[in-house]
């Protein structure tokens, strides 16, 4: 398995959840990360308006701004290899930029399949939780 670093957009907080108009990929792709680190995937964010340091530093992230300025953001960086820019990939796609393979997926985590739920547990776990996420 894989750590990943997600390279952010400026956002007002470090998920983007936040203010009046929510947008529900930002929803989606939080949850997508808080259901990678439940199976033990190293996740970092980091948002250009808090740490445009960072961006600076990084080669593969200068590279991708230089090339595409801001709308190649966010980029996704596994272990020291660039996996996406510009998007927030779906689930499936995290898991697999982060090395897990089919059956890490499926199996052993509690969280048992891939699903459209935003905490990515099952219906029946989620049933018996009394909030998601």
Known sequence: MTSLTIFDPAMCCSTGICG????????????????????????KRINLSQEP????ENNLVKSVLEKSGVEGLPVIIAGDALKSSGQYPAREKLAEMAGLTPDQITSGSGIATISSGCCGGTSEQQKKSTSCC
């Open 53 to 56: 340091t960072l961006f600076a």
């Open 20 to 43: 009046a108009e929510i947008d529900q990929k930002l929803v989606d792709f939080a949850a997508d990360l808080d259901w990678l680190k439940s199976l033990g995937i190293d996740v």
